[in-house]
């Protein structure tokens, strides 16, 4: 399982190390600080890949053709297989070594950017972002247990601090660096430039990643083929059919959905089955008892949909319903973006260590102030001009993902044994990331459906808007379950 959480077009403003196992001493790692370049460029490469092209998604469009409803899935074919691969790939990393996997994801992620470059249709594009973020999933997991191999004493909590700012910075950056590489069409590259900017990054972490030492688990976890085809089978049925076009769900859609969800009560059975007779589960069967965490990942995977949701509905409203282009796209989200990164530094560094994890629900909150106050924009605004107050709005509603990240993580992971919490943290990563997804298609396929039924560009935003709402809504009673503990143990329970 991934190692650590982050927060999807954020940052991980908490990522919490799992232990690491007991090995002998090696000594200062001569390259130690060179090779934690390869590590964060690798981790920003990857984020910002997952934010850079929401932007880029309408100007794809119009080049390649092929359905609206295909747009949403320039981004969530990429954070899908990324999710899914999550849950094997620290075990490949394992057995076959850390080094050598985080260098075989790097060279599998620059060949599908190039792939994705050089694609000549819609089908060949999501299906090269499919396959990104099965190459993202190599890399990844791989980063703690790297870094825990070459840092030492007080140097490793200094290593694993510049983690948060570099993937902050990454969130606040890929939608303008979007707008910027799509505006310019550099050499007359136009969209494609969001794609090329990863081989020279992928370039210069291979040119270090020799200086990474290797790195693998002193006993040899065995791989969980079972538990993987179930895990996946499971989610592609439940996230694809709900989210595989524009509008209301299909019957069919609906029964593959419930299929879906049948599939991964099996898989849950089949985690438990797997630790009682002393193999290697892909996840710790503890972690699905009681309420807390499964609240948790409920709670992620609404709460990210939204996050992803908004992004996803401005850009098309913007680019599509007002024609304003990747610039102003990129432009209007960055007050989003700059609001995350400073409140999640301010959550992780004062509010959190001051109020607690009673933070999370003040992020929640500004979230729908944030939400409220676009719609508002929107509605205000005349059909056809740009919603002034948008870019407010959309500060306010980056306040609330930021004050929600930090506290939210340290809630989800601070109660749980150490050979819990890799698995956990992997567990959330994925989710977090199968959230965004269902956000992407199913509140972007909203503002598609009111654009296809003729309705103006800024009703169909307002209708898509309130649709994240409900699902923010939706996400408040899962919140309180999750934090429920840590109020009564306050309260003396």
Same mark, same amino acid.
């Given at each position: 399982?991934?190692?650590?959480?982050?927060?999807?077009?954020?940052?991980? =403003?908490? !990522?919490?190390?799992?232990? %690491?196992?007991?090995?002998?001493?090696?000594?200062?790692?001569?390259?130690?600080?060179?090779?934690?370049?390869?590590?964060?460029?690798?981790? +920003?490469?990857?984020? /910002?890949?997952? $934010?850079?092209?929401?932007?880029?998604?309408?100007?794809?469009?119009?080049?390649?053709?092929?359905?609206?409803?295909?747009?949403?899935?320039?981004?969530?074919?990429?954070?899908?297989?990324?999710?899914?691969?999550?849950?094997? %790939?620290?075990?490949? #990393?394992?057995?076959?070594?850390?080094?050598?996997?985080?260098?075989?994801?790097?060279?599998?992620? !620059?060949? $599908? =950017?190039?792939?994705?470059?050089? !694609?000549?249709?819609?089908?060949?594009?999501?299906?090269?972002?499919?396959?990104?973020?099965?190459?993202?999933?190599?890399?990844?997991?791989?980063?703690?247990?790297?870094?825990?191999?070459?840092?030492?004493?007080?140097?490793?909590? *200094?290593?694993?601090?510049?983690?948060?700012?570099?993937?902050?910075?990454?969130?606040?950056?890929?939608?303008?660096?979007?707008?910027?590489?799509?505006?310019?069409?550099?050499?007359?590259?136009?969209? *494609?430039?969001?794609?090329?900017?990863?081989?020279?990054?992928?370039?210069?972490?291979?040119?270090?990643?020799?200086?990474?030492?290797?790195?693998?688990?002193?006993?040899?976890?065995?791989?969980?083929?079972?538990? $993987?085809?179930?895990? $996946?089978? #499971?989610?592609?049925?439940?996230?694809?059919?709900?989210?595989?076009?524009? &509008?209301?769900?299909?019957?069919?859609?609906?029964?593959?959905?419930?299929?879906?969800?049948?599939?991964? +009560? #099996?898989? @849950?059975?089949?985690?438990?089955?797997?630790?009682? %007779?002393?193999?290697?589960?892909?996840?710790?069967?503890?972690?699905?008892? &009681?309420?807390?965490?499964?609240?948790?990942? +409920?709670? =992620?995977?609404?709460?990210?949909?939204?996050?992803?949701?908004?992004?996803?509905?401005?850009?098309?409203?913007?680019?599509?319903? /007002?024609?304003?282009?990747?610039?102003?796209?990129?432009?209007?989200?960055?007050?989003? =973006?700059?609001?995350?990164? @400073?409140?999640?530094?301010?959550?992780?560094?004062?509010?959190?260590?001051?109020?607690?994890? *009673?933070?999370?629900?003040?992020?929640?909150?500004?979230?729908?102030?944030?939400?409220? !106050?676009?719609?508002?924009?929107?509605?205000?605004?005349?059909?056809?001009?740009?919603? *002034?107050?948008?870019?407010?709005?959309?500060?306010?509603?980056?306040?609330?993902?930021?004050?929600?990240?930090?506290?939210?993580?340290?809630?989800?992971?601070?109660?749980?044994?150490?050979?819990?919490?890799?698995? +956990?943290?992997?567990?959330?990563?994925?989710?977090?990331?199968?959230?965004?997804?269902?956000?992407?298609?199913?509140?972007? #396929?909203?503002?598609?459906?009111?654009?296809?039924?003729?309705?103006?560009?800024?009703?169909?935003?307002?209708?898509?808007?309130?649709?994240?709402?409900?699902?923010?809504?939706?996400?408040?009673?899962?919140?309180?379950?999750?934090?429920?503990?840590?109020?009564?143990?306050?309260?003396?329970?």
């Amino acid at each position: 399982m991934s190692e650590h959480p982050t927060a999807p077009g954020g940052d991980p =403003s908490i !990522a919490t190390a799992p232990a %690491a196992p007991d090995r002998p001493t090696l000594g200062a790692y001569p390259w130690r600080w060179t090779a934690l370049i390869a590590l964060l460029v690798a981790e +920003a490469m990857n984020l /910002l890949d997952a $934010t850079i092209v929401q932007v880029a998604g309408p100007v794809i469009h119009a080049d390649l053709g092929g359905p609206a409803a295909a747009i949403p899935w320039y981004s969530a074919a990429y954070t899908l297989t990324f999710a899914l691969g999550l849950l094997t %790939a620290a075990r490949l #990393g394992d057995i076959a070594g850390r080094r050598r996997v985080f260098r075989v994801g790097v060279t599998a992620f !620059a060949a $599908t =950017s190039l792939a994705c470059a050089l !694609a000549p249709n819609v089908g060949v594009l999501i299906g090269m972002r499919a396959a990104q973020g099965v190459a993202a999933a190599l890399i990844v997991p791989q980063t703690f247990g790297l870094i825990r191999a070459m840092f030492e004493g007080d140097e490793l909590p *200094r290593a694993l601090a510049t983690i948060g700012p570099v993937m902050g910075l990454s969130a606040v950056l890929g939608p303008v660096a979007g707008g910027l590489l799509t505006h310019a069409d550099l050499f007359g590259t136009s969209w *494609r430039a969001v794609f090329v900017v990863n081989l020279p990054l992928a370039a210069a972490v291979l040119l270090i990643a020799p200086r990474l030492r290797e790195d693998r688990a002193p006993v040899r976890p065995r791989l969980d083929p079972i538990g $993987t085809a179930l895990a $996946t089978a #499971g989610t592609a049925l439940l996230v694809c059919p709900l989210a595989g076009g524009t &509008g209301a769900p299909s019957a069919g859609a609906w029964a593959a959905a419930a299929l879906g969800a049948f599939v991964l +009560a #099996g898989f @849950v059975v089949h985690q438990r089955r797997t630790a009682a %007779a002393g193999r290697t589960p892909l996840v710790e069967p503890s972690l699905l008892r &009681g309420r807390a965490f499964p609240a948790a990942l +409920a709670t =992620s995977t609404l709460f990210f949909a939204v996050v992803n949701g908004v992004m996803i509905t401005v850009v098309l409203h913007l680019e599509l319903g /007002l024609d304003r282009g990747p610039l102003t796209a990129g432009l209007t989200l960055l007050p989003w =973006s700059a609001g995350l990164a @400073v409140a999640s530094w301010a959550a992780g560094g004062i509010l959190v260590p001051r109020y607690g994890i *009673r933070v999370l629900h003040a992020g929640i909150a500004t979230l729908a102030v944030g939400l409220v !106050a676009a719609v508002l924009a929107y509605r205000a605004a005349p059909a056809g001009d740009y919603p *002034r107050g948008l870019p407010f709005a959309l500060a306010v509603a980056g306040l609330g993902v930021g004050l929600f990240t930090p506290p939210f993580f340290t809630a989800a992971l601070r109660r749980l044994a150490p050979q819990e919490t890799g698995s +956990a943290a992997g567990l959330l990563n994925a989710v977090q990331q199968l959230g965004g997804t269902l956000g992407v298609a199913i509140v972007g #396929g909203v503002y598609l459906t009111g654009d296809a039924s003729g309705q103006s560009a800024s009703v169909g935003a307002r209708h898509a808007l309130t649709a994240a709402g409900v699902l923010l809504v939706a996400a408040v009673p899962a919140a309180w379950a999750m934090t429920a503990r840590g109020r009564r143990d306050r309260a003396g329970h």
